[in-house]
């Protein structure tokens, strides 16, 4: 049996790292594992402008420990009015290295996010011509759809046409939860890519109510039934070059998940790769994991491949039942269980 695994540094090609002291509690557990991240810039206000991205970009950087090497790819928040210059001149100068689609009201702090993709012409033209990735939160959030079925509808009624306007636009479908993302996926042409979670080809819906309400088995994307499941998990593990490693890591402090109202997100970015390397072992395709977490990201994103190597080890990993203390304490995803791999410290 395999006792090691070595591949080059991986990616996070999306995460959320906070602000504030949930930013400096939680980028670590990111760094150690990545050596890049794609950062969400669901903030309040959001990240909207080169000078914000270039401050938030900062604030990342100060949060690690000197001497940390690690990453931002920072990304731009699409607003209603927001201009295809500044987009441009982010893109152009590597202050941005994607925008980001939340239709309004779709989830955390997208308030401010796209009421109509319609009204985005000036901003996809742009993007298609300059190459930029578009990264997609893929659901309506008409309240009338059945949240289970909102991706679905989400590829059907706004996905199909996008591509269909804009051919040659790069677009990751993030957080991708049903067979009809990876169908639509592996229909398109090499421009369209998806990132996939642990929690996604993991757990299926069950696990959000087993024996009572599981607030931290709760995201957006919710998690869909077993069949769907199933199918992510085939597609994450296939070996396409259209598939790679996104944690959507989405830190909430234990009081704004254990409450009358819980926030979305699982936080998963303490053992994510030990996550992810359970899941090709278990479909015994662990020589594939190197391409899911650091070949097909970069080379989707046109930017070069790390040049380090990690090491998986093959040691019982106890993941504790929260991290961190206080208000800025967390639970984490795999909470209480014993994952079998272990990330290996650094030489
Ligand atoms: O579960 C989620 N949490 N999904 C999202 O799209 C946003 C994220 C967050 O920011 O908490
Ligand atoms: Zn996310």
């Known amino acids: 049996m395999t006792q090691t695994l070595t591949i ?50 900062q604030r990342i950087l100060d949060a690690l420990p000197q001497g940390t090497d690690f990453t931002p790819l920072m990304v731009c928040y699409l607003t209603d009015s927001i201009d295809p210059a500044e987009i441009e001149r982010g893109y152009t100068s590597g202050a941005f290295a994607a925008c980001k689609l939340y239709p309004a009201h779709a989830t955390t702090n997208s308030a401010h996010g796209v009421t109509d993709i319609r009204k985005m012409t000036g901003v996809l033209e742009t993007m298609q011509r300059i190459g930029m990735p578009l990264l997609i939160h893929g659901e309506v959030t008409d309240r009338h759809v059945d949240i289970f079925d909102r991706e679905a509808v989400f590829i059907e009624t706004i ?38 979670t642990p929690q996604h080809i993991i757990i299926n819906r069950n696990a959000i109510f087993d024996g009572g309400i599981r607030p931290h088995a709760y995201c957006l994307p919710v998690a869909k039934r077993e069949q769907h499941r199933l199918a992510v998990r085939a597609a994450a593990v296939s070996g396409s070059p259209k598939f790679f490693l996104g944690t959507d890591s989405a830190p909430h402090a234990i009081g704004r998940k254990e409450t009358a109202c819980g926030c979305a997100g699982i936080f998963n970015a303490p053992y994510a790769l030990e996550s992810y390397a359970q899941v090709f072992e278990d479909e015994g395709v662990l020589d594939r994991l190197e391409g899911f977490a650091s070949l097909h990201g970069p080379r989707f994103y046109g930017l070069p491949l790390n040049e380090g190597m990690v090491t998986l080890e093959r040691v019982d990993t106890p993941v504790p039942d929260s991290l961190g203390e206080g208000a800025l304490a967390l639970v984490p995803f795999h909470a209480g269980e014993t994952l079998r791999w272990r990330l290996a410290e650094k030489a």
């Open 8 to 57: 080059r540094r991986p990616d996070d090609w999306h995460l959320h790292l906070r602000d504030g002291d949930m930013l400096k509690t939680v980028a670590h557990y990111t760094a150690r594992q990545f050596a890049r991240a794609i950062v969400m810039p669901n903030l309040t206000p959001p990240v909207s402008t080169v000078e914000a991205a270039n401050a938030y970009r």
């Open 159 to 196: 996905l199909t046409p996008l591509v269909a306007d804009y051919p040659d636009l790069k677009i990751v479908l993030e957080h991708i939860t049903t067979s009809e993302a990876v169908d639509f996926v592996n229909a398109a042409g090499p421009n369209i890519a998806a990132t996939i």
